[in-house]
Each structure stands twice: as structure tokens, then as C-alpha cells.
């Protein structure tokens, strides 16, 4: 370990020194270049050339230029048309993860066999987070509750060297230690393989697109975890302590910088088991077709996409949580879920905004599915060297009116990420809900990040459960319908290359549903909820 320290430190101050002097020779170059130019305009400007030939020798110096830069660039920017939605903490993971890199841009480049090696990705990161959870809505009892989570990934994946063929293989290890709740799959999830799949990789199996980019075609089978749309649906989680994953085949057509993609899976979620090795959940299939049109990405993004999950109520073993299923859950279910989004940058205005419907339908058990949910949010961001951005949201997902009839009207929520961009303390979830938040973000500095929100809540059905708080329920509908209001605040801020510092801070203001329905659970319970949070990730690469 100390080689390796002070080979990092050499290599560190060798690109200090080394930096200037290339910056320098490279202005040199750029100078000499300008006066070259600047005497040709003069002579042709003596002997009275045509001005498109001026205009010509310009453009030509233009693109000198511009390639000489593009050299001494570490990355060379790519056309794409590939646009990110500004929309708050609904971006995916990547492919490999973040915390992942190829070995030949890591410090292991150093390491004789290895300066070469960029078929490979390497990742290792672990997480401890502290939380400070006083009165937490998600549990059924008024306690003070101090866990320390923590969990630990390695990831490595084999590409392009033996293409068609690739592989990956994730791993993860999930801990919660001095919890007053006995451990459940939410936190602790003790080593498992969360990703191992083997991959056919076509680069350009359709041709290319108008800007040049390869229209490739992935097939991969075995064990993933997904990302897809706004990851309200279908998520890798990225705030619980443990993911989601599932098994089956993904077929994706395209790529992100193409004008088009296009996805098709047909998988079968993990149930995840706290002290267990993890089992498919062979009593339920995920099919979905999704999409993506950039073409007019300047201008809007366009998502259709389409879900159906399909239980067979006989084959049920365990619930979600990872325990025995109840006797009521043995029942077949069919949930299909079609919707469209769009999302889109407004020119050079600052404006940006992001819309998403959906509508399900089919048969829960003996009842027939009719729900539907929408999210619109818009945002601005002004053009100051704080970067600061101002959005507004507004999200509604329907809820059962009546628990007696033959309808369900709850939206399901399916395999969405369990900490929404509604919810700091993690108590909504895109069921039976109907929030407005308000939320701000600057960027002081190169590093530190810091967001504002504030939130009000509450149930779209004053009959229905609210489902992310401990499934309080007020089936005669006296309690109301408001849950409360919530503020947030998050700073996060890079030490280094290798460390992050997470920082949050929520206060919940219970409103009168939620006094009313915890009080039949626990009279005499608090109406305020505080979640203080200290989290740090050290990544190896």
C-alpha cells in the first residue's frame, strides 16, 4: 500500500508539472497559427482575392483549431443525441455502475501487465451511512432509532476483447447494525450476487445514425438489475441499503447517443432473504417493451413504454419484505401498465421540463386493476456561476375509493425506487399519494452541492392506505386526506476522487390523517418526524 501511495503521489506531481508546459506549448502553437492566418488574410486582402476564399481560409483555421484542442483533451466530446432530464433524483445508474472504471484509467495502470488493459471495468465501493430517526412514520411505533448502515459492492466486467461475447459479475454485501427494529431486507441483505449475466454485444448490428454513432444490439441473460424511465416503475435503488435485481433476458437496440432505442425485457425479481441466499421469485414474471426517441431531443425527449407483471398466485412463497407470505397473498394477478413521457431543455432559456403518464389495468385477484398516475415537474435554472435552479412538482398516483367493491384503483408502484424524489425521509411511495413539492438547487462551488425542498401531502383516496407510512389506513375516510408537509435540506460534497460526503437533514409535520390514524396505533404519539442523516462512500478506483 505504501509503493502504491507514493507511486500515485509521482504520478500526481508529474501532471502538475507536466500540464503547464503542454498548455504552454499548445498556446505557442495556437499563436504562431493566428499570425500565419493573419498574414495570409493581409496578402490576400493586396491582391484583392474573392471574399469566399477568405471565408474559406477562416473555416479552414477554425477547424485547425478546434482539432488542436479536441487533441489535448482528455475526453473528446462525441455528437450524441443523448439529452439528461434536470428532473430531481430520477437519474439512472450507468452502464458499467459509476464507482466502476477501466483498469487502464485507474491507478492500477501503474502496475506492470496492466497500462494496456482497457477491456476490463473495475469497481469497489463501500457506504456507511448514520441516520437519526425520531418518531420514523414508516414504522408502526413512536422510537428513537440510530442505525448505521452499511454496504460494500465489487464489480468487473470483460469487454470488447472477445466480442460478441461479454460478461458481468456485481456483487453485494448489506449490514445494519444497532437498529431498535429487528433487521429486514430493506437494510440487510448479507452477500449476494446482485449482477452475473453473460452478454452477446453487436456494435453495429444497424447501422449508424445520422451523426455517426453505432446503432448496437446487447442481449443479456442471467442476473441484472434495471433502470428504466423516470425509475418511479422499475429501479436499481440508490438511497436503500438493498437493490432490487431480477433474472431473465434484456435485449436492448440501440444506444443512448442514438436518435433511437429501444428495450425489451422478460425477468423475474429476486426476492431478497436477510440471512439466506437470495431466491428467484418463480411465482412472478416482469415483461416490458420501453423506448426512447431523440431525434428531436433539443426539443423533447419522447418514452412510450409498456409493463405487465403477472403472478401466479399458487406459486407464491414469500412476501416482498422477504417473510412467509400471508394466506391473502396467494392470488393471481395480472397488472398492466402502459405510459408516456416526455422530457425536454427549453432552448437557451433555462427552462426545462418533465411529464409522465401512466394507466394500468388488468385483475388483481378478484378485482379488476383501474388506476392511473401522472408527474409533471418544471424547473429553471439561471445563468450565474451558483448554478442555482428553481423546480416545482406536482405528482398524483390514484388510490382504492372503495375496499369493498369490485374495483382496485390503487396504482401500483411495482419495482420503483423506494426513496422517491418526493421524499427525503423516505415515507411516500407512488401509491395513493398526491404531492406538490417545491425544491431548490446551487452548486457554490466546483464540489459542494446543496438542495432545499418542501412538500405537502396527501392521500388521493381519504379510504385507501397510505403506503409509505407504516400502512396507516382510515377505511371509513373520517381521518382526511392530508398526510403533512415535509422540508429537506442536502449538502454533498467530493473530498477527493475517492471520497463523498453526504449530509441531510428532513422535518415532517404530521397533518390530520396521519395524527388521526397513528393515534388508533399509539395514542399519544408524536406529530413530528426529524431524520438527520451522515453518510460516507469510499470508492477504490
Known amino acids: 500500500m505504501a509503493e502504491l501511495r507514493i507511486q500515485e503521489g509521482i504520478l500526481v506531481c508529474s501532471l502538475l508539472v507536466t500540464s503547464p508546459s503542454s498548455v504552454a506549448q ?172 453473460g452478454e452477446l454485444y453487436f456494435k453495429d448490428a444497424l447501422g449508424k445514425d445520422d451523426l455517426g454513432n453505432e446503432r448496437s444490439v446487447s442481449i443479456k441473460a442471467g442476473r441484472m438489475t434495471l433502470d428504466l424511465v423516470d425509475r418511479r416503475l422499475i429501479a436499481r435503488n440508490q438511497w436503500r441499503n438493498t437493490l432490487n435485481t431480477f433474472q431473465g433476458v434484456r435485449t436492448t437496440f440501440g444506444q ?57 398466485g399458487s406459486k407464491v412463497t414469500y412476501a416482498s419484505n422477504g417473510t412467509l407470505a400471508a394466506a391473502s397473498a396467494h392470488t393471481n394477478r395480472e397488472i398492466h401498465t402502459g405510459g408516456f413521457r416526455g422530457f425536454g431543455i427549453v432552448g437557451n432559456t433555462g427552462l426545462d421540463y418533465d411529464f409522465n403518464y401512466a394507466k394500468q389495468w388488468g385483475n388483481d385477484g378478484s378485482s379488476t386493476q383501474d388506476a392511473y398516475a401522472y408527474n409533471l415537474e418544471g424547473g429553471y435554472t439561471a445563468q450565474y456561476s451558483w448554478k442555482p435552479r428553481l423546480s416545482a412538482t406536482l405528482a398524483f398516483a390514484s388510490g382504492d375509493k372503495d375496499p369493498d367493491d369490485s374495483r382496485s384503483q390503487r396504482f401500483d408502484n411495482l419495482f420503483g425506487a423506494s426513496r422517491s424524489s418526493l421524499s427525503a425521509s423516505n415515507s411516500i411511495q407512488f401509491s395513493n399519494i398526491y404531492a406538490t413539492k417545491i425544491r431548490s438547487q446551487l452548486t457554490p462551488s466546483n464540489k459542494l452541492k446543496i438542495d432545499f425542498g418542501y412538500s405537502w401531502y396527501q392521500l388521493a383516496s381519504a379510504t385507501d392506505l397510505w403506503s409509505g407510512g407504516a400502512k396507516l389506513q382510515d377505511k371509513a375516510g373520517t381521518s382526511g386526506k392530508k398526510i403533512g408537509e415535509e422540508f429537506d435540506v442536502r449538502l454533498r460534497y467530493p473530498i477527493n476522487k475517492y471520497i463523498e460526503l453526504n449530509i441531510g437533514y428532513s422535518h415532517f409535520m404530521a397533518g390530520d390523517f396521519t395524527k388521526k390514524a397513528s393515534q388508533l396505533v399509539e395514542p399519544g404519539r408524536k406529530a413530528h418526524s426529524n431524520l438527520l442523516y451522515v453518510e460516507t462512500t469510499l470508492s477504490a478506483f
Open 26 to 197: 499548445e498556446n505557442l502553437q495556437l499563436k504562431l497559427q493566428i499570425e500565419e492566418s493573419s498574414q495570409k488574410r493581409q496578402t490576400a486582402s493586396k491582391n484583392t482575392v474573392p471574399f469566399h476564399e477568405i471565408a474559406h481560409e477562416n473555416a479552414s483555421f477554425k477547424v485547425r483549431t478546434t482539432t488542436k484542442t479536441e487533441t489535448a483533451s482528455v475526453n473528446t466530446v462525441t455528437p450524441s443525441y443523448y439529452v439528461e432530464s434536470r428532473t430531481f433524483g430520477i437519474a439512472q445508474e450507468t452502464e458499467p455502475p459509476r464507482y466502476a472504471q477501466q483498469v487502464n484509467k485507474t491507478w492500477l495502470k501503474n502496475t506492470e501487465g496492466l497500462a494496456n488493459i482497457n477491456w476490463v471495468d473495475i469497481g469497489l465501493q463501500t457506504r456507511l451511512r448514520y441516520e437519526y430517526r425520531d418518531n420514523d412514520f414508516r414504522r408502526s411505533k413512536d422510537v428513537l432509532d440510530e442505525p448505521f448502515l452499511q454496504s460494500t459492492r465489487i464489480y468487473a466486467d470483460v469487454k470488447s476483447k472477445i466480442d460478441p461475447f461479454r460478461f458481468t459479475v456485481e456483487m453485494q454485501d448489506s449490514r445494519a447494525y444497532n437498529s431498535a427494529f429487528q433487521s429486514d431486507n430493506r437494510n440487510v441483505n448479507k452477500t449476494e450476487l446482485i449482477q452475473g449475466y
Open 256 to 312: 443512448k447517443k442514438n436518435d433511437w432505442q429501444g428495450e425489451l425485457i422478460a425477468v423475474q425479481p429476486i426476492t431478497r432473504l436477510v440471512d439466506q441466499a437470495d431466491k428467484v421469485n418463480d411465482a412472478q414474471w416482469l415483461y416490458g417493451i420501453v423506448g426512447d426517441w431523440r431525434k428531436w431531443s433539443k426539443i423533447i425527449t419522447l418514452q412510450p413504454y409498456y409493463l405487465m407483471l403477472k403472478q401466479d
